[in-house]
């Protein structure tokens, strides 16, 4: 068939290349010798032999079939190129149908693959998908058990903050509840749920929560913690004091949401507090009390021995005396330590700074010590290593008891041999470095005891037991106190059986000694007439002995009442009031005297206590301080100062200024002089009086607020205040005032927190003393109110 397909193809081929006639031609002669070769061939199978007429009617029959054979194959031909062109359409269309079919399939195949990655990509986010299931639910699960155990942890947390007896509370921004405890819920009579919402002005009194306003405004506008005491009340009526806190609350994200508050009821510790101090003060008033009846036989005791140390004795009884003496010396320092102890637990140590002759000091104390030593056997040594300065200013009364601890502590505790106290000055810039050091022969202190001797009641013991000698562990803490206080410090150093030394160091100012009023002799000096109120027979009998032996005479009343009424200003020269009476004080005495009389002689206060600061008697009325027993020089000296150098009639009315002097030094102290004479200068004392009353009033307010931060420990607003304070008092030349304020204004300085009870205390009690000599000076300058 394929071979038929070839020929008829070649035919077509060729009639197409030769042409129809050329064709017919050729086909033409193919078709006679054709029949010519078909005639022959079967003439000669059939005859044997082959005759022209058989190749004629082969000529003939094969030209009669040529058109035949040309037209066949022409219609085949046509047929066939028909054929050939469908074909070829066909061919074409087939071959655009397998190139687009090859595209399909290409397509086909690239649609393949991108499903196949497809489905990767779809089986890889199933797979993604699982696992996102999965943590999700993890998620889930952690988040559930968190959510359970934040809600354990919440209840836990509210157990907790219900369980607590302290209010806890939190208002947001609004200054609206938005949670408490169950305290707070008892303390307003309402649960969390009723709270949430309402403001404290639906809360609490008008006067509580205006306070609670203030203070909530103070947190959110300075953006700090406060605390503050304030009363609150319960629903029963029962009133506590709650130290309250707040402080900002604020969001992870910084934002603050409002503020936490915290109360804790303190009214326990409040009532303990003031039972503490009532029993300080019922201590204080104890041992006031009780030294003052002991000084009273002491001061006999140390009167009477230092009279009869003046008459004819024979030696051994002047031993006796100067024992007796010596032992009430003694004895009365133990009593400054214990009143001085008792200073010291309430922060109240003080010292007087005073010109101090420096000279006659030492020799004094050199004196006294050779007593001591010399009624126990011991020997006693005064060295002067270095030139010492004429005069100091120092408190010299402190700085005798400080040294006089110090040496009876020696002679106590040695048995054999001396002690020797030894003294060296420097003198630096107007400033004398001073060392004492007080040596002895005794027991000497143990090495691990030495940091303890300065501690309050400490007692160093003898291991060996050889020496039966205490003391009231009192007298070195004080000391080192004192010391301390006038910037020095004792230190120890000791063998055991050796002995120790005990060195006092202090800076004191050098200073020139006014020159003092030549005292007149007592012979010389004419006899007054002394009007005397004591209750105590031993001290009118002291005073009266002494007063008597210098040629006085005394008239004596021993009550309050029986005093004013016996009293005639006519008739006496001098004064002397005992403080302490069974009716009356002897600063009660002096005010009705002021008041009933214009002219009056000098008021001297007698008493048992030691005298550092005479201006607390001045400002009470009284013209002079003596301490008892009386001495000699101390009554000349209140005699020529009082009465034979100062005329009655110079004093002025009957007011307390009358009786007042401030010194030139105090007022520079106190005054802030170059800014109050340049102001008064150019505006004149009424503007400055003006301030001093507007003074007057903000004072009781500002010290009241400051009290008040103060029991709070609130460290700023003790800052705040004491601020306001230095102002005003800068504006109107209290510069002592100022100074003190500002101390209390910087918490940055050293042992703030430990003075700052002190200092407020000074700005409390000292500015009106300070207002009264700012009035007297701008008096002195011409300017009336």
Same mark, same amino acid.
């Given at each position: 068939?394929?071979?038929?397909?070839?020929?008829?193809?070649?035919?077509?081929?060729?009639?197409?290349?030769?042409?129809?006639?050329?064709?017919?031609?050729?086909?033409?002669?193919?078709?006679?010798?054709?029949?010519?070769?078909?005639?022959?061939?079967?003439?000669?199978?059939?005859?044997?032999?082959?005759?022209?007429?058989?190749?004629?009617?082969?000529?003939?029959?094969?030209?009669?079939?040529?058109?035949?054979?040309?037209?066949?194959?022409?219609?085949?031909?046509?047929?066939?190129?028909?054929?050939?062109?469908?074909?070829?359409?066909?061919?074409?269309?087939?071959?655009?149908? %397998?190139?687009?079919?090859?595209?399909?399939?290409?397509?086909?195949?690239?649609?393949?693959?991108?499903?196949?990655?497809? =489905?990767?990509?779809?089986?890889?986010?199933?797979?993604?998908?699982?696992?996102?299931?999965?943590?999700?639910?993890?998620?889930?699960?952690?988040?559930?058990?968190?959510?359970?155990?934040?809600?354990?942890?919440?209840?836990?947390?509210?157990?907790?903050?219900?369980?607590?007896?302290?209010?806890?509370?939190?208002?947001?921004?609004?200054?609206?509840?938005?949670?408490?405890?169950?305290?707070?819920?008892?303390?307003?009579?309402?649960?969390?749920?009723?709270?949430?919402?309402?403001?404290?002005?639906?809360?609490?009194?008008?006067?509580?929560?205006?306070?609670?306003?203030?203070?909530?405004?103070?947190?959110?506008?300075?953006?700090?913690?406060?605390?503050?005491?304030?009363?609150?009340?319960?629903?029963?009526?029962?009133?506590?004091?709650?130290?309250?806190?707040?402080?900002?609350?604020?969001?992870?994200?910084?934002?603050?949401?409002?503020?936490?508050?915290?109360?804790?009821?303190?009214?326990?510790? #409040?009532?303990?507090?003031?039972?503490?101090?009532?029993?300080?003060?019922?201590?204080?008033?104890?041992?006031?009390?009780?030294?003052?009846?002991?000084?009273?036989?002491?001061?006999?005791?140390?009167?009477?021995?230092?009279?009869?140390?003046?008459?004819?004795?024979?030696?051994?009884?002047?031993?006796?005396?100067?024992?007796?003496?010596?032992?009430?010396?003694?004895?009365?320092?133990?009593?400054?330590?214990?009143?001085?102890?008792?200073?010291?637990?309430?922060?109240?140590?003080?010292?007087?700074?005073?010109?101090?002759?420096?000279?006659?000091?030492?020799?004094?104390?050199?004196?006294?010590?050779?007593?001591?030593?010399?009624?126990?056997?011991?020997?006693? !040594?005064?060295?002067?290593?270095?030139?010492?300065?004429?005069?100091?200013?120092?408190?010299?009364?402190?700085?005798?008891?400080?040294?006089?601890?110090?040496?009876?502590?020696?002679?106590?505790?040695?048995?054999?041999?001396?002690?020797?106290?030894?003294?060296?000055?420097?003198?630096?810039?107007?400033?004398?470095?001073?060392?004492?050091?007080?040596?002895?022969?005794?027991?000497? =202190?143990?090495?691990?005891?030495?940091?303890?001797?300065?501690?309050?009641?400490?007692?160093?013991? !003898?291991?060996?037991?050889? $020496?039966?000698?205490?003391?009231?562990?009192?007298?070195?803490?004080?000391?080192?106190? &004192?010391?301390?206080?006038?910037?020095?410090?004792?230190?120890?150093?000791? !063998?055991?059986?050796?002995?120790?030394?005990?060195?006092?160091?202090?800076?004191?100012?050098?200073?020139?000694? *006014?020159?003092?009023?030549?005292?007149?002799?007592?012979?010389?000096?004419?006899? &007054?007439?002394?009007?005397?109120?004591?209750?105590?027979?031993?001290?009118?009998?002291?005073?009266?002995?002494?007063?008597?032996?210098?040629?006085?005479?005394?008239?004596?009343?021993?009550?309050?009442?029986?005093?004013? *009424?016996?009293?005639?200003?006519?008739?006496?020269?001098?004064?002397?009031?005992?403080?302490?009476?069974?009716?009356?004080?002897?600063?009660?005495?002096?005010?009705?005297? %002021?008041?009933?009389?214009?002219?009056?002689?000098?008021?001297?206060? &007698?008493?048992?206590?030691?005298?550092?600061?005479?201006?607390?008697?001045?400002?009470?009325?009284?013209?002079?301080?003596?301490?008892?027993?009386?001495?000699? #020089?101390?009554?000349?000296?209140?005699?020529?100062?009082?009465?034979?150098?100062?005329?009655?009639?110079?004093?002025?009315?009957?007011?307390?200024?009358?009786?007042?002097?401030?010194?030139? !030094?105090?007022?520079?102290?106190?005054?802030?002089?170059?800014? $109050?004479?340049?102001?008064?200068?150019?505006?004149?004392?009424?503007?400055?009086?003006?301030?001093?009353?507007?003074?007057?009033?903000?004072?009781?307010?500002?010290?009241?607020?400051?009290?008040?931060?103060?029991?709070?420990?609130?460290?700023?607003?003790?800052?705040?205040?004491?601020?306001?304070?230095?102002?005003?008092?800068?504006?109107?030349?209290?510069?002592?005032?100022?100074?003190?304020?500002?101390?209390?204004?910087?918490?940055?300085?050293?042992?703030?927190?430990?003075?700052?009870?002190?200092?407020?205390?000074?700005?409390?009690?000292?500015?009106?003393?300070?207002?009264?000599?700012?009035?007297?000076?701008?008096?002195?300058?011409?300017?009336?109110?």
């Amino acid at each position: 068939m394929k071979q038929i397909k070839v020929l008829a193809q070649f035919y077509v081929d060729l009639l197409v290349r030769l042409g129809l006639v050329r064709f017919s031609l050729l086909l033409a002669l193919a078709l006679v010798a054709l029949a010519v070769v078909v005639q022959v061939g079967v003439t000669l199978i059939l005859q044997g032999e082959v005759h022209n007429i058989d190749i004629v009617r082969s000529v003939f029959f094969g030209l009669l079939i040529t058109p035949w054979a040309v037209y066949f194959l022409s219609v085949v031909v046509d047929q066939l190129e028909e054929s050939r062109q469908r074909l070829s359409k066909l061919v074409t269309k087939l071959e655009e149908m %397998r190139s687009r079919d090859m595209q399909l399939n290409m397509q086909l195949q690239e649609n393949i693959s991108q499903l196949n990655l497809e =489905i990767e990509e779809r089986e890889k986010a199933e797979e993604a998908r699982q696992e996102a299931m999965q943590d999700l639910e993890n998620e889930v699960y952690q988040r559930e058990k968190a959510q359970l155990e934040l809600a354990k942890q919440s209840v836990l947390l509210k157990s907790f903050l219900d369980a607590s007896p302290d209010l806890i509370y939190y208002r947001n921004e609004k200054g609206e509840f938005s949670g408490c405890n169950r305290a707070m819920e008892e303390l307003t009579n309402r649960s969390e749920k009723q709270l949430v919402g309402l403001t404290p002005w639906d809360v609490y009194s008008e006067d509580v929560a205006r306070k609670i306003a203030e203070t909530d405004q103070q947190v959110s506008q300075q953006n700090v913690s406060l605390t503050y005491e304030q009363w609150l009340e319960y629903p029963d009526g029962r009133k506590a004091i709650f130290e309250l806190r707040k402080v900002p609350f604020y969001s992870r994200e910084g934002q603050r949401l409002g503020l936490m508050g915290f109360g804790r009821d303190i009214t326990e510790r #409040k009532q303990y507090q003031d039972a503490q101090e009532k029993a300080s003060r019922d201590k204080t008033a104890f041992i006031s009390t009780i030294s003052h009846e002991l000084r009273t036989p002491l001061n006999g005791i140390v009167g009477l021995s230092r009279m009869l140390l003046d008459t004819a004795l024979n030696d051994e009884q002047r031993g006796y005396m100067r024992t007796i003496q010596v032992s009430a010396i003694t004895l009365g320092h133990i009593f400054n330590d214990i009143i001085d102890m008792d200073k010291s637990d309430r922060r109240r140590l003080e010292l007087m700074p005073k010109p101090l002759d420096f000279h006659e000091f030492v020799d004094e104390m050199g004196n006294i010590s050779g007593l001591m030593t010399e009624q126990k056997g011991l020997r006693f !040594d005064l060295e002067r290593l270095t030139d010492l300065p004429r005069s100091i200013e120092v408190d010299g009364t402190r700085l005798r008891q400080v040294l006089w601890n110090l040496i009876s502590n020696a002679t106590k505790f040695t048995k054999d041999g001396g002690v020797v106290m030894s003294v060296t000055s420097e003198v630096v810039d107007h400033l004398a470095h001073i060392t004492f050091e007080i040596e002895d022969s005794g027991i000497g =202190i143990p090495e691990g005891e030495m940091d303890k001797i300065f501690a309050m009641y400490y007692q160093v013991k !003898d291991e060996n037991d050889n $020496l039966h000698a205490v003391g009231t562990g009192i007298g070195l803490a004080v000391s080192r106190q &004192l010391i301390q206080m006038m910037g020095g410090d004792i230190t120890v150093s000791s !063998d055991v059986g050796e002995g120790s030394t005990f060195t006092v160091t202090l800076t004191a100012p050098v200073v020139e000694l *006014a020159e003092e009023e030549e005292i007149m002799p007592v012979e010389e000096q004419v006899g &007054l007439h002394i009007f005397m109120v004591e209750d105590i027979e031993l001290n009118i009998t002291v005073a009266k002995a002494l007063l008597e032996s210098l040629g006085h005479e005394v008239t004596v009343a021993m009550r309050g009442e029986e005093a004013l *009424a016996m009293f005639d200003p006519e008739a006496y020269d001098l004064v002397l009031l005992d403080i302490q009476l069974p009716d009356m004080s002897g600063f009660d005495i002096a005010a009705k005297l %002021r008041e009933q009389y214009d002219d009056l002689p000098a008021l001297v206060a &007698l008493t048992a206590n030691v005298v550092n600061d005479k201006s607390e008697y001045m400002d009470k009325g009284m013209d002079d301080a003596l301490s008892k027993p009386l001495s000699v #020089k101390a009554i000349t000296e209140v005699i020529q100062h009082l009465v034979l150098t100062c005329s009655l009639d110079e004093e002025d009315d009957d007011t307390l200024e009358a009786h007042e002097t401030v010194s030139e !030094d105090m007022i520079n102290t106190l005054l802030d002089l170059d800014m $109050l004479s340049s102001y008064v200068e150019i505006v004149g004392p009424q503007p400055v009086y003006a301030s001093i009353a507007m003074f007057e009033e903000k004072m009781p307010e500002y010290i009241a607020i400051l009290d008040s931060n103060m029991v709070a420990k609130d460290q700023d607003g003790i800052k705040f205040e004491a601020h306001k304070i230095k102002g005003a008092a800068s504006s109107i030349g209290l510069k002592h005032i100022q100074q003190v304020a500002q101390k209390a204004q910087s918490p940055e300085l050293p042992a703030w927190w430990e003075n700052i009870n002190d200092w407020v205390d000074e700005i409390k009690e000292g500015y009106q003393n300070d207002l009264q000599v700012l009035k007297s000076w701008l008096a002195q300058q011409g300017g009336e109110r």
